[in-house]
């Protein structure tokens, strides 16, 4: 296990005295980091997690806590493998910059340059999003991401579903995260280089960073030996479950890593886009990565009084930390939340991957190791985390308590069961199929996303997910019967289908080759 040695506590000075820190803390910024992060990883209920720290072109500190799976004896360690989710997209977007630098795109390229088969719903908007359109989450589309979660649809599949997707806003106008746009991204990567992204991102990144285990799928993790498993926590405690596959969406978020080789990654951007004597990517593009494309929000938060702005560079967002700038990026997958995070001007970077969903204990460590590295007022950011997940999760009982009060019991469907199976269809989502299995039903998406099905009341029916990144929260299938007596329409509500940027989907029936008229 690799910690901070007495070799390296002379380069770990605080870099900006914001306050008079103790005299202990300016020998040792670092000092009592462990029991904080051990205290901290208790408090929340993670099963396990890992932390590395840069400084000056060095890691000075990268250690394991917890364990890999609840109730197994294995400790994580600073070579731990975890999901690192949508920090992937900053190889994708460093990806598209060394391909520019070889002339062989450049940012404002359009898209359809690349994939002239690509196109979104808004005829205007396809013919001018761009690369750099695609990377910084403003084509004017939100979210959408049950189009390829558990939806069994390959990547290209996805792209073109993107066409019967409406438009949220207009274009370039509105802050609006999209993982298809940066699977398009990823894609036009993979043609550009003739190798697919994948293969470019092992050869081009992990190869000359020296990330020899990181991976680009959940499929590369069947040989390793040293793999942080998944969970939700649920009542408070983390329960183990299933790896999420991310291969259809993999530019926006499938890249496996651990703490250590993150930490490369890191001292790579702190270099402007130099590593080993080698400029991997071009200074030029490396400044255009940090510098601001997208406002992404007013910086105004009660738990941050000392950030002022919120913006987006190319995969990574930036805003100011006590007067600093602060690049940083989150990641989530069911049951793994990361985050990385660096400030250029002080030199340091931090790297915090956890295989616990559900919580925000990876910002809260994020902040509080660049507080002990900047010598800034101490705030104990665990406890300050902690208290608005909690006060969230009240709301959130508050409103399943609601919920329930609407219940309306003793009711039962106005069908029976086997006349609401069929197989539902949706342009941009694909289709569902409603299965008898036993004494209920069963709603299939693809062989790896399903979920039974509780009758609510009438012909409302609450689905549990094989797996959630949202365990707890309310997730309904509503039919409607026609005149007939006959269910045409099957109504979505909830994940993976609603968000906070859309009500829900409408699936309408298939019968016999044809498709049941009902709404879209």
């Given at each position: ?124 908007i396809t013919h001018e999003l761009t690369l750099r359109d695609l990377m910084t989450h403003r084509s004017g589309y939100f979210r959408g991401d049950a189009v390829w979660l558990g939806s069994g649809f390959g990547r290209e599949e996805v792209l073109r579903r993107a066409a019967q997707q409406p438009a949220s806003t207009s274009f370039r106008s509105t802050f609006g995260y999209n993982n298809i746009m940066f699977l398009a991204a990823g894609e036009i990567v993979g043609k550009v280089s003739g190798m697919g992204w994948d293969a470019f991102v092992k050869q081009r990144i992990f ?314």
């Amino acid at each position: 296990m690799l910690t901070r040695t007495s070799s390296l506590v002379s380069r770990i000075l605080p870099v900006l005295v914001l306050a008079s820190p103790l005299a202990a803390q300016q020998a040792d910024p670092l000092r009592g980091l462990d029991a904080y992060i051990e205290k901290a990883r208790q408090d929340w209920g993670v099963a396990g997690l890992a932390v590395s720290i840069i400084r000056h072109d060095s890691v000075i500190f990268a250690k394991g806590f917890g364990v890999r799976e609840v109730n197994k004896p294995e400790k994580v360690d600073e070579r731990t493998l975890f999901a690192i989710g949508s920090n992937s997209k900053s190889f994708t977007a460093t990806a598209v910059g060394m391909l520019q630098d070889e002339g062989k795109l450049t940012l404002d390229d359009k898209a359809t340059k690349y994939l002239p088969w690509f196109a979104v719903s808004e005829p205007y908007i396809t013919h001018e999003l761009t690369l750099r359109d695609l990377m910084t989450h403003r084509s004017g589309y939100f979210r959408g991401d049950a189009v390829w979660l558990g939806s069994g649809f390959g990547r290209e599949e996805v792209l073109r579903r993107a066409a019967q997707q409406p438009a949220s806003t207009s274009f370039r106008s509105t802050f609006g995260y999209n993982n298809i746009m940066f699977l398009a991204a990823g894609e036009i990567v993979g043609k550009v280089s003739g190798m697919g992204w994948d293969a470019f991102v092992k050869q081009r990144i992990f190869t000359p960073l020296g990330m020899t285990t990181s991976n680009t799928s959940t499929r590369d993790l069947a040989g390793a030996s040293d793999v942080a498993t998944p969970h939700a926590l649920v009542n408070g405690r983390p329960v183990a479950i299933k790896y999420r596959n991310l291969d259809n969406v993999g530019p926006a978020g499938s890249i496996n890593s651990n703490v250590l080789e993150m930490a490369q990654y890191v001292r790579f951007h702190l270099r402007d886009g130099r590593y080993g004597g080698k400029q991997l990517v071009s200074k030029k593009y490396h400044d255009e990565m940090v510098t601001p494309q997208m406002i992404a929000g007013t910086g105004r938060d009660s738990l941050l009084p000392m950030v002022h702005f919120d913006t987006y560079g190319l995969a990574l967002w930036l805003r100011d930390y006590y007067g600093k700038k602060l690049v940083s990026h989150g990641g989530g997958i069911d049951g793994m939340l990361s985050q990385m995070a660096w400030m250029p001007e002080a030199d340091v970077g931090v790297v915090v991957l956890t295989n616990t969903d559900g919580q925000t204990l990876m910002n809260a460590l994020t902040y509080r190791i660049l507080d002990q590295l900047l010598g800034a007022p101490p705030r104990d950011w665990s406890a300050i985390y902690l208290t608005q997940s909690r006060l969230a999760q009240q709301r959130g009982d508050s409103v399943r308590a609601a919920l329930s009060s609407h219940r309306v019991a003793g009711t039962r469907p106005s069908l029976a069961l086997e006349q609401y199976a069929g197989t539902y269809d949706h342009p941009f989502f694909g289709a569902i199929r409603i299965e008898q299995d036993g004494g209920g039903l069963v709603l299939r998406r693809s062989a790896e996303s399903w979920g039974k099905m509780e009758h609510w009341h009438f012909d409302t029916f609450r689905v549990e997910w094989n797996t959630s990144r949202t365990p707890g929260v309310a997730s309904f299938a509503m039919f409607r019967v026609d005149p007939s007596a006959k269910a045409t329409v099957l109504e979505m509500r909830g994940p993976p289908f609603a968000s906070p940027y859309s009500e829900g989907a409408v699936f309408t029936r298939k019968a016999e080759g044809r498709t049941v008229a009902g709404s879209n």
